[in-house]
């Protein structure tokens, strides 16, 4: 460098340093520079969080139907060797108790009539003897052995019928034969009679065979008060008047063929009259009493026809129409298994839903019964009837609507008539039944013959019962025997398929305080995203759409997402099913619920303490190349696998 430009090159930086100086703004006082600073929040809430179907506290997941909590371990049961669910109920109290009342409204007020019986055994004028004074009857040519046979008539029979032929007989309960006002003709000091017997061929005692007709002798010495004699007659003083024996499980023959004749029981009177015994000429030998049955009762009956008759199974009070709504005319029974389902789980609906009824009797033999009931289900808010239809199923034949009823009383509700789809007819076929022996009958009633389904799925804690029975519908045989017993339980034991949507619930912790990072009123935030983010692997066979509600940790409700289910992103995809409705192979993905863009929209969510899932599960989308109905295992799994709160913000800081 020259001298010359030595001397001017400081001058010249010094110009250019001056010159910037004073073109640049100098800051004054405390100001500071703003600064933007990008902010992400990134937070596991939950990580790995697998739901069972079915459980209890115990279990290793946790169960989206607790089986414990809600009283379910009665509802579900699970197959040890594949997890098949099954939903099991059974009723088996309802205690109907007897039907004795059976037998008399089978034979009406049968009974048998008083026989007042006045025979002549000898007229010694009209046989030919003409002597003076008085003569021994021994010496005269006279056939001393004489007998007589009367019938005793057969009264308020004309609902049976009997034929000698099939021995058909009514058994007698605690009833007594009487015999009384015992006369006999010309008294006599040694008596008319040296012996008398009273045989009654239509009267047999055990073992009931043609030689056990019942017999009454009359003699000196009488050999006791039971069947005492040599071929098991009973033996009574012939110096008494009369005889009174308990007949209690003798059996009557009845001759009355058809049921609108009148019929009869035959006695037959015998004696051998005493050779000294002294008379005239026109003296006549007779003999009269009177025969009855006192207390009489039939126990069982054996008749070849009977007329269509109807029996209460529960209590009628005032014998006329019978309300289900009074307590004092039906059997109830509980539903328990059923008892707090609502607790954790709205609308489940089963799909191919039966109940098998077992109808049980107990000495209704060689007939058939028509159960006609009303079958009333209840439960906190709502009640149904149980109403029959014809089956669409035509091969079986078991149709279970009732189209009218065949007595006079009606089912009523609080005085209103209840209709006949309301109501439900059972029939038992008792043709092959045994007296003395318990006959079980199950009678399936299902979706094809009445509307069980929506009767199982209004979820009834209660079943109330009031029926009659129709017996003898064709008119033909019947044997009855006391005690008469029917009785009815019904079981439901179906696997779990789900016929249409059902909401379960869950609470899952939820800390979202990491969101104050981005509310702070001292800084200006401009949030880009801020959401949670669900992840899942799905192995039902039933989908889910999901709402969530975040709460406080007070359990106060701060926001609500997707409250009516209707924002389709929200939503779990089922598993594909296999032929038969189970989970084939599991579904995965995810979805994402955002919580704002502002500031203030975020600040309150701070303060979320939990998220309460709500998922309203559902067939929709299942695949696997089936339409069957989602039958559910007991292990199948939902997991969560992850729940994380994801959030991106520029934060501006200073001005």
Known sequence: MSSSQASWWPLTVAALVFITLVGCDVPTGNSSPSINTDTEISTPLVQEKTFTFLGGPNSEFDPLIDTTSSDFDSLFEVESSNNDISVVQEIDNFDIGNLNEALDNATGSLTFDQKTFD????????????????????????????????????????????????????????????VQNITSSPTAPGGVFDSLRFTYPDIRVEPYGEENQLVVDFVENPCGSGPCGSNG?????????????????????????????????????????????TVKDDDKISFGASTSFDNFEIREIDVDQAK????????????????????????????DGFEGITDRVDGLNLADVSLTFQVETANLASTDAQVYAAIQGTNETNQIYLGGTEDRDATRGADRNVSSLP????????????????????????GGASLGETERTSLVVDGDNSNVADFVNALPTEVRLAGQAEINTNGGDLRVRKPIALDANFSLDVPLRIRD????????????????????????????????QFSYTNGLPLGADVKMVIVDAAGSVIERFNGGFDNDNFRIEPAAKDEDGAAAAPSSGTFVFTLGSTQEALRALADGDKIRLALNMDQAGSGGGTAAVARLRADDQLTLNRVRLEADASVQTGN
């Open 308 to 335: 269509p008759f109807a029996v209460d199974i529960t209590p009628n009070e005032n014998g006329g129409d019978i309300n289900v709504a009074n307590d004092d005319e039906v059997r109830t029974a509980a539903f």
């Open 501 to 532: 949507r059902f909401v379960v619930r869950d609470t899952i912790d939820a800390d979202l305080s990491d969101l104050n990072d981005l509310t702070d009123p001292e800084e200006d935030a401009s949030i880009s995203t801020a959401e949670l």
């Open 407 to 430: 007595f006079s009383a009606a089912f009523t509700e609080n005085g209103s008539r209840l209709p006949n789809d309301s109501l439900i007819k059972l029939g038992v076929g008792l």
């Open 119 to 178: 025979e002549t055994f000898i007229d010694l004028q009209k046989e030919g003897f003409t002597f003076a004074g008085e003569r021994q009857i021994g010496v005269l040519n006279v056939e001393l052995q004489r007998s007589a046979t009367a019938n005793i008539p057969v009264r308020g029979s004309n609902r049976v019928a009997f034929k000698k032929s099939q021995n058909n007989y009514v058994e007698l309960g605690p009833t007594t034969i009487e």
């Open 233 to 277: 007659e009973y033996e009574r003083d012939i110096s008494g008047d009369g005889f009174r024996i308990d007949l209690e499980g003798a059996r009557i023959y009845p001759d009355k063929p058809n049921i609108d004749e009148n019929g009869t029981v035959t006695f037959k009177i015998g004696g051998q009259v005493n050779p000294d015994l």
